[in-house]
């Protein structure tokens, strides 16, 4: 029997169906490359961060997360690694600083250890950021749909730096190894559903301008350009409970998204909650977001869960209800739903997650 002819789209374009019988199928439709676009996946992060990244990171992207020195970008990129794991993904982890720490692994809510691959140096080899940059890339083309996280870019060591002596004058090679690397790997990142995360460090602008940012990204400027999302933290305080008086819970950190090719509006801004031993607190955020837009109502120290009384009707609110014997009078339940001070209402919230989830559906309804 014979085969039957692949058929070619392009039939009525002389000149496309040229390219294509001479170059393979590299030509595509507008329609085709849409529908591709659609078929990746949005992976949330936390609520803050999915609000301002437009629903959070897509499949088949470089992201680069920059800031200071333990301002929280390793626990966000393990936070989101969690997200990942239990999505079925595989991660890898490029531990290039060798700095990871215990409570990196226990720190971080339904992070499992046993399904993370840390890629690192051992006692036997040093790896360049030559070795780092080809594991990589080997990850990205024979593993497809996996999350890799580079910890940090900044740390990568090129090969002559490292077998050279120890002297100043050395000119940094990093930047261009980075540019060629990510030329190689941009087309196979989208094509594999891979999400690349890249950590990096600010260094000092010496610029010499009196306008510019005192810091900036190190690594030089094509993984700026290179990241379909673009992310920086900056730490504003610490968490305490409670507020300025009680025991140091966690940190407070300010996002600026500069791009998001998830959808997000460009330099849009967010807000994270790091707890120690939990992560990134989602409830406080969904706590903070409420209260701005007033589906929790705030009077003093007394904090009302407004969306739920006003829609007692709801299958979820009228079963809470109904479990703990509430009344059907209005004040009755907006008693129920009725807190003195945030940690009572993030304590009720953690305790009945199906309320926080119900809180932050109508929290994405707004947007």
Request: charged fraction near 25%; glycine fraction near 8%; aromatic fraction near 8%.
């Given at each position: 029997?014979?085969?039957?002819?692949?058929?070619?789209?392009?039939?009525?374009?002389?000149?496309?169906?040229?390219?294509?019988?001479?170059?393979?199928?590299?030509?595509?439709?507008?329609?085709?490359?849409?529908?591709?676009?659609?078929?990746?996946?949005?992976?949330?992060?936390?609520?803050?961060?999915?609000?301002?990244?437009?629903?959070?990171?897509?499949?088949?992207?470089?992201?680069?997360?920059?800031?200071?020195?333990?301002?929280?970008?390793?626990?966000?990129?393990?936070?989101?690694?969690?997200?990942?794991?239990?999505?079925?993904?595989?991660?890898?982890?490029?531990?290039?600083?060798?700095?990871?720490?215990?409570?990196?692994?226990?720190?971080?809510?339904?992070?499992?250890?046993?399904?993370?691959?840390?890629?690192?140096?051992?006692?036997?080899?040093?790896?360049?950021?030559?070795?780092?940059?080809?594991?990589?890339?080997?990850?990205?083309?024979?593993?497809?749909?996996?999350?890799?996280?580079?910890?940090s870019v900044s740390?990568?060591?090129?090969?002559?730096?490292?077998?050279?002596?120890?002297?100043?004058?050395?000119?940094?090679?990093?930047?261009?190894?980075?540019?060629?690397?990510?030329?190689?790997?941009?087309?196979?990142?989208?094509?594999?559903?891979?999400?690349?995360?890249?950590?990096?460090?600010?260094?000092?602008?010496?610029?010499?301008?009196?306008?510019?940012?005192?810091?900036?990204?190190?690594?030089?400027?094509?993984?700026?350009?290179?990241?379909?999302?673009?992310?920086?933290?900056?730490?504003?305080?610490?968490?305490?409970?409670?507020?300025?008086?009680?025991?140091?819970?966690?940190?407070?950190?300010?996002?600026?998204?500069?791009?998001?090719?998830?959808?997000?509006?460009?330099?849009?801004?967010?807000?994270?909650?790091?707890?120690?031993?939990?992560?990134?607190?989602?409830?406080?955020?969904?706590?903070?977001?409420?209260?701005?837009?007033?589906?929790?109502?705030?009077?003093?120290?007394?904090?009302?869960?407004?969306?739920?009384?006003?829609?007692?009707?709801?299958?979820?609110?009228?079963?809470?209800?109904?479990?703990?014997?509430?009344g059907d009078k209005?004040?009755?339940?907006?008693?129920?739903?009725?807190?003195?001070?945030?940690?009572?209402?993030?304590?009720?919230?953690?305790?009945?997650?199906?309320?926080?989830?119900?809180?932050?559906?109508?929290?994405?309804?707004?947007?």
């Open positions: 029997m014979a085969k039957k002819k692949k058929t070619n789209k392009f039939t009525e374009d002389v000149v496309s169906s040229s390219v294509v019988q001479t170059y393979g199928d590299v030509v595509r439709t507008g329609s085709e490359v849409l529908s591709n676009l659609n078929s990746l996946q949005v992976i949330g992060v936390s609520p803050a961060l999915d609000i301002a990244l437009g629903g959070g990171l897509r499949e088949g992207s470089c992201v680069v997360m920059t800031g200071d020195p333990k301002s929280g970008k390793t626990t966000t990129a393990l936070h989101f690694a969690a997200k990942c794991q239990s999505l079925g993904k595989k991660v890898i982890y490029a531990n290039t600083e060798g700095r990871l720490a215990k409570q990196n692994f226990e720190g971080i809510k339904g992070l499992d250890p046993d399904k993370i691959l840390i890629v690192e140096s051992t006692d036997d080899r040093v790896l360049s950021a030559e070795d780092f940059l080809n594991i990589i890339e080997y990850y990205i083309n024979n593993d497809p749909e996996c999350l890799i996280i580079v910890d740390n990568m060591v090129p090969k002559v730096e490292l077998e050279g002596e120890v002297r100043t004058g050395v000119r940094n090679s990093l930047p261009r190894l980075l540019s060629m690397f990510f030329k190689r790997i941009g087309g196979s990142v989208t094509k594999n559903k891979t999400i690349i995360i890249c950590i990096t460090h600010n260094i000092a602008n010496t610029s010499g301008s009196r306008y510019a940012p005192m810091k900036m990204a190190d690594c030089g400027n094509m993984l700026q350009y290179q990241a379909g999302t673009n992310m920086v933290i900056t730490h504003r305080g610490k968490w305490q409970v409670p507020a300025q008086t009680g025991p140091h819970v966690g940190q407070i950190a300010n996002w600026n998204i500069k791009t998001s090719n998830a959808g997000g509006i460009p330099n849009s801004t967010a807000e994270s909650w790091i707890k120690y031993g939990i992560g990134l607190d989602e409830v406080q955020e969904v706590v903070q977001i409420a209260c701005e837009f007033r589906l929790i109502k705030t009077a003093g120290a007394w904090y009302t869960v407004q969306c739920a009384v006003d829609e007692k009707d709801e299958p979820i609110i009228a079963k809470l209800l109904k479990e703990n014997e509430v209005d004040e009755d339940i907006e008693r129920f739903f009725k807190f003195q001070g945030v940690n009572n209402l993030t304590e009720f919230l953690n305790e009945n997650s199906q309320i926080c989830d119900f809180i932050y559906e109508k929290i994405k309804e707004l947007f």
